[in-house]
């Protein structure tokens, strides 16, 4: 029986009259239409005959030529299998899911920001890219102290991330201890203006 070449590039042509490059790579078939998965603007079938066909034949030639130099078709799936295990994929997954349901607006608003403040600090760090099985608790405790405005509101900046991380997280089978990001102390909330009256009152009393 006759076996066919792995990533040897050949020229198809449909009923239709277009062309396409069939390469065969780990027992899998890739069609390619135009040149764009080797960084290659060749588009012949926006072309007409018999440019279509010439630019065809370059075409195979420019993907005989990728493949010499080690470029590999990629598996979309695969590829999007690992996307979702990058870091900067799940916080979007997970904000994208909880903006579906009824949370209040300033909720809403507050999980924006820390989802934006987030995916900046990883762009910063250059940690964009990290899967999330090399993430520790470290990296997350960084960004609450960089990112929290004020002392007393790392708490809440701790909370957010923890809402957006967490979950999705465990659900990949990355267990995290946020209990080792240690707060400092803040002070006691400053009196409301109704409270600040009453000490008021009860001072004048004495």
């Known amino acids: 029986m006759k076996t ?4 040897s590039s050949k020229i198809y042509k449909t ?26 603007n060749l588009m012949p079938n926006l072309l007409e005959e018999p440019e279509r066909g010439n630019m065809a034949f370059l075409m195979c ?8 130099k080690g470029w590999r078709p990629a598996d979309k799936k695969k590829e999007a299998a690992e996307k979702k295990k990058r870091l900067s994929n799940i916080a979007d997954v997970v904000l994208e899911r909880k903006l579906k349901f009824n949370y209040s607006d300033y909720y809403r608003r507050d999980l924006i920001r820390t989802h934006a403040n987030w995916n900046k600090y990883l762009r910063k760090e250059g940690l964009s890219n990290l899967l999330i099985t090399d993430l520790t608790i470290d990296v ?25 991380l967490r979950d999705e997280l ?15 102390r803040t002070t006691q909330p400053a009196q409301t203006h109704k409270g600040r009256r009453k000490a008021s009152k009860r001072h004048q009393g004495l």
């Open 140 to 164: 997350i405790a960084k960004f609450v102290y960089e990112y929290a405005p004020s002392p007393e509101s790392m708490k809440n900046v701790k909370r957010n991330i923890s809402a957006l």
């Open 15 to 40: 009923k239709d009259g277009r062309y396409q490059i069939h390469l065969l790579y780990k027992n899998k078939r890739y069609r390619f239409a135009n040149g764009s998965a080797i960084e290659e």
């Open 61 to 68: 030639s420019a993907f005989q030529l990728a493949i010499a």
């Open 4 to 7: 066919k070449k792995e990533l």
């Open 170 to 184: 465990e659900t990949h089978g990355v267990f995290l201890n946020y209990k080792r990001i240690k707060l400092p």
